[in-house]
């Protein structure tokens, strides 16, 4: 199975911090933040990942070259429409790489190699989408309701009281699925336009009745950074879950 990073985005709510390098260029601890993703993927039995590449492209390439430090073999695909699309139009930029299936990897999280493990291993079939669940959520969070195993909605609106938990940025789409995830990706382009989130897709899903279903983190630790603090976070409680230590001040 391929991984899907999704590494195109301005990371404009980081202001100085992006001005020069994509958000999966941010050092914490002293390492960037795309060097803890492949390190997961590579220990979790991952070979092989698929960046999809836009702003800040060549210091990205220039970083991470073709993996071998990682131990996953990476190639990349550009979003020449980084500046005017969304996450939706680069994922359905490699649809013809990954029709084995694939990981779909945001590439500014910051997670435990565990969270990836459980999704992995996990026997449910189809789409399965890692969510933190019992989270205390606000209005920013991409939200999930549930019932009987089944998500049954997604999205950053959702009311918050309504949601069982947040989707962290990390799915697994098997190979019987890649075409009904594509087929729906498709039709939220069509509908929505280039400017919206690829979890549309996973609503488009479960309109047409399929089965998206989730895992839990398990209470381990993952942060997405978007924000100064986010960033603070990350160095000072998830990290050291992972083996780094820094000094950082508080936000």
């Known amino acids: 199975m391929k991984a899907v990073i999704l590494a195109a985005g301005l990371g404009s709510r980081l202001g100085e911090l992006t001005r020069d390098r994509p958000k999966t260029l941010l050092e914490v601890c002293g390492r960037p933040l795309i060097s803890y993703i492949l390190e997961n993927l590579s220990s979790c039995g991952i070979e092989e990942a698929v960046i999809v590449t836009g702003y800040a492209e060549r210091r990205l390439r220039e970083v991470v070259g073709d993996g071998s430090a990682s131990g996953v073999r990476v190639s990349y695909v550009r979003n020449p429409r980084y500046a005017t699309t969304n996450n939706s139009y680069s994922l359905s930029l490699v649809r013809e790489r990954v029709r084995g299936g694939f990981l779909i990897v945001n590439s500014d999280v910051l997670f435990h190699p565990g969270i990836l493990e459980i999704l992995l291993s996990s026997p449910l079939g189809g789409v399965v989408l890692s969510v933190d669940l019992g989270k205390e959520l606000g209005e920013e969070e991409m939200k999930v309701t549930a019932r009987g195993g089944r998500i049954t909605d997604i999205g950053k609106e959702l009311p918050p009281r309504e949601a069982v938990g947040e989707y962290i940025g990390l799915a697994r789409v098997d190979a019987a699925s890649v075409e009904a995830f ?11 336009g280039s400017g919206v989130f690829y979890e549309e897709a996973f609503r488009g899903m479960i309109g047409m009745g399929l089965a998206v279903r989730y895992t839990s983190t398990d209470g381990l630790p993952w942060v997405e950074i978007d924000t100064p603090e986010d960033l603070w976070f990350a160095e000072a409680e998830v990290a050291p879950a992972l083996g780094s230590s ?3 001040s508080s936000p």
């Open 246 to 248: 820094c000094s950082s």
């Open 182 to 192: 594509f087929a729906a990706l498709d039709e939220v382009l069509r509908e929505l």
